[in-house]
């Protein structure tokens, strides 16, 4: 379902405001690689366990269930707590857009640092260039923090996700 400027505005402005209610509550949030992850709408609200994946997929089921908008789970498992960062980007090659700097980042693009195990992913919560952009990224307990693309060196991948084409 492909969504009207408004509505990405929507989710745009959704994801704006969860990154940063998730980095003022960190104290709240914890870092486990755990599966099945639970998914949470309320990111302040009682003891919440994610990894960096998982992060970035209750980014966008909370903006789909606070807008009653449909977003595709960005790891491909249907929201069921499953998948991880391969998974994701698996998803986003085949139905989303790669992006950088010429084109600038946009809330909601989701970027890929490093392969393998090692490898990490975060959702940009501001928009800009490589220099201006800001992600939100939960890759550590101490998180959710803001970092830029700079934040590590091994810059794998930046997408779109295809709703927000």
């Not at 606070?66 to 707590?81: A, K, N, S």
Request: charged share 20%; glycine share 10%.
């Amino acid at each position: 379902m492909a969504l009207t400027p408004t509505q990405k505005k929507k989710v745009r402005a959704s994801i704006v405001t969860y990154c940063a209610q998730a980095v003022a509550n960190e104290p709240r949030i914890h870092y486990s690689q755990q599966r099945p992850f639970r998914f949470y709408s309320e990111i302040g609200i009682g003891y919440v366990v994610l990894d960096c994946s998982g992060f970035v997929c209750n980014v966008f089921w909370n903006a789909m269930h606070d807008l009653g908008i449909f977003l595709h789970d960005p790891v491909d498992e249907r929201y069921t707590g499953w998948g991880n960062t391969w998974s994701l980007e698996t998803y986003l090659r085949a139905h989303g857009k790669r992006v950088n700097d010429v084109n600038g980042y946009l809330v909601g693009d989701i970027v890929r640092w490093g392969q393998g195990e090692h490898s990490h992913t975060a959702v940009c919560s501001k928009a800009g260039s490589t220099v201006t952009a800001r992600f939100t990224s939960h890759g550590r307990e101490g998180g959710p923090v803001v970092v830029n693309l700079r934040y590590r060196s091994d810059l794998f991948g930046v997408w779109r996700h295809p709703a927000l084409l």
